[in-house]
């Protein structure tokens, strides 16, 4: 693959995405929940509203930025995550051999979040995922696919 095919395909991916939070949007309600819960363990990002489990997704953890380092860390090589998680985003290592470009199997690499919003538009084409959340800590900012929505609670 070329540079400018990877371009185009990335763009293709965002747009995609797009559709998908839009309709993440409309069916669970993300972006007007109260709150969160992510257990790493199980691999679950649990939403609530008024205080009680509204939705649930199947989380893969694609990447973790540093804004502030402008560094990525793909998911699967963040030893802060349980085996199970990190072994699920293993299939991202893929995308390698898919594109021809080394981005895709090293660890760790400078980055920004526009360059962390297309390599997560990828992975969650390529992982058939719903869709993306951003987990935004203090220092750190977790992109999680996510899949398999369920609503908990009307």
Not at 14 to 25: F, H, T
Not at 28 to 55: N, V
Request: net charge negative; glycine share 10%.
């Amino acid at each position: 693959m070329t540079g400018e095919e990877l371009k185009s395909w990335t763009e293709t991916c965002l747009d995609e995405l797009e559709i998908k939070l839009k309709n993440l949007k409309d069916k669970f309600g993300l972006g007007s929940l109260d709150g969160y819960h992510l257990d790493t363990d199980k691999g679950l990002l649990i939403f609530e509203k008024d205080g009680k489990p509204a939705c649930s997704f199947k989380a893969l953890a694609i990447g973790t930025l540093v804004p502030d380092q402008q560094n990525w860390l793909w998911g699967w090589a963040n030893r802060s995550l349980p085996e199970e998680m990190r072994n699920a985003s293993g299939e991202l290592k893929g995308l390698r051999e898919e594109t021809g470009f080394n981005i895709f199997e090293i660890e760790s690499f400078k980055a920004d979040t526009a360059l962390a919003q297309e390599l997560s538009a990828l992975a969650v084409h390529v992982l058939g995922a719903d869709g993306l959340y951003r987990v935004i800590g203090d220092q750190t900012v977790l992109y999680l696919a996510l899949s398999e929505g369920k609503i908990l609670s009307p």
